[in-house]
């Protein structure tokens, strides 16, 4: 069953501007990650935050973590027509490496 | 970042045959692979996972005896899909987590298309 739930379903937004996709799950993490999927393609990692990080940077992406409220989001800053993918939220639990995503939100970035 | 293969890429068969899904993890040994479906546009779903040496660990309302997994070497597990039928027709990736690390590779993924 997935852990949670992202918002939104579907994104679609001009070249330039941010996106902001968020991801809520119902269970204890020891980490929460963040994945792209390409049409059709296997998923790549983007990005990691630890349960006792509320937030994290890498290049044009941003990501928060709030605990208290299982949520987290992924800011994606000036956004590139090849940005447009799938992107999931995965969490793992205090034990273990297994991963449970999340429903996917579909971005489309228009050039 | 790790280097997944899968083989093959894509395979259509007839219901009632046999298929058999390849991972291979390139440039790190890996004791634990873990084997995903995905359905068209949902996100993927744990099937099993995959422990080098010993029997594969099935998510529950997974049929261990219809998705075989074998874990033969560090580098290698395959996944067979037995007596297929049009509805396993889906999506099948497998993810590797090297020592240490957190994060999981993922392969490229199969195409299986069951007519």
């Known amino acids: 069953s997935q852990q949670g739930e992202e918002d939104p379903q579907a994104l679609s937004i001009q070249e330039g501007e941010n996106a902001t996709m968020n991801c809520s799950y119902k269970t204890s993490i020891n980490n929460l990650q963040w994945y792209r999927q390409n049409s059709g393609r296997g998923l790549v990692h983007l990005i990691l935050?630890?349960?006792?990080?509320r937030e994290k940077h890498s290049g044009r992406l941003r990501v928060t973590l709030d605990t208290s409220k299982k949520s987290s989001s992924l800011l994606i800053t000036a956004s590139r027509a090849a940005d447009t993918a799938s992107y999931f939220c995965a969490t793992v639990p205090p034990s273990g490496s297994r991963l449970t995503f999340g429903e996917g939100t579909q971005l489309t970035v228009n050039p | 970042g790790a280097v997944v293969s899968q083989h093959p890429s894509w395979v259509i068969c007839k219901s009632g045959t046999s298929v058999k899904i390849e991972c291979r993890s390139l440039d790190f040994q890996a004791t634990t692979m873990f084997w995903y479906r995905q359905f068209p546009k949902q996100s993927l779903m744990l099937m099993a996972t995959s422990n080098e040496g010993s029997k594969a660990t099935y998510e529950q309302g997974v049929e261990k005896d219809k998705f075989l997994i074998n874990h033969a070497s560090l580098t290698l597990s395959t996944l067979t899909v037995t007596s297929a039928h049009p509805e396993d027709s889906s999506f099948y990736i497998c993810?590797?987590?090297?020592?240490?690390?957190?994060?999981?590779?993922f392969g490229p993924g199969t195409r299986l298309t069951v007519t």
């Open positions: 935050i630890r349960s006792n990080e």
């Open positions: 993810s590797v987590v090297p020592s240490g690390r957190d994060e999981q590779y």
